[in-house]
């Protein structure tokens, strides 16, 4: 069984970065695909970037492309989100989720989930 925390999320002015970082519990987190999702209110669990567990194939989503960073390291257990030039509607709850095969999009896909983090950018 694997567990994952998510940390980092706050609040922000436009423009600014944040660096999110998912923690696992669990000896198979280095065989794990792990995906970064967001949540806005009143709108669906959106796909923003994953990672497979070399750190070899990278996915984002087009909204993200070129201002956030998705990375991992497998010996401290951890993926982190890098975001920068962040925007208002970045605004959003931030979940990791895990995975064993590869990278994907869905939230379908994903079997472990985490609590999530409150991500707020100011206008």
């Known amino acids: 069984q694997v567990q994952l925390v998510e940390s980092g999320g706050g609040l922000v002015q436009t423009g600014g970065s944040l660096r999110l970082s998912c923690a696992a519990s669990g000896r198979s987190f280095s065989t794990l695909a792990v995906g970064w999702f967001r949540q806005a209110p009143g709108k669906e669990r959106e796909f923003v970037a994953a990672i497979d567990w070399s750190g070899g194939s990278l996915r984002y989503a087009d909204s993200v492309k070129g201002r956030f960073t998705i990375s991992r390291d497998n010996a401290k257990n951890t993926v982190y989100l890098q975001m920068n030039s962040l925007k208002p509607e970045d605004t959003a709850v931030y979940y990791c989720?895990?995975?064993?095969?590869?990278?994907?999009?869905?939230?379908?896909?994903?079997?472990?989930w985490g609590q999530g983090t409150q991500v707020t950018v100011s206008s």
């Open positions: 989720a895990g995975r064993r095969s590869l990278v994907a999009v869905s939230t379908t896909r994903y079997e472990y």
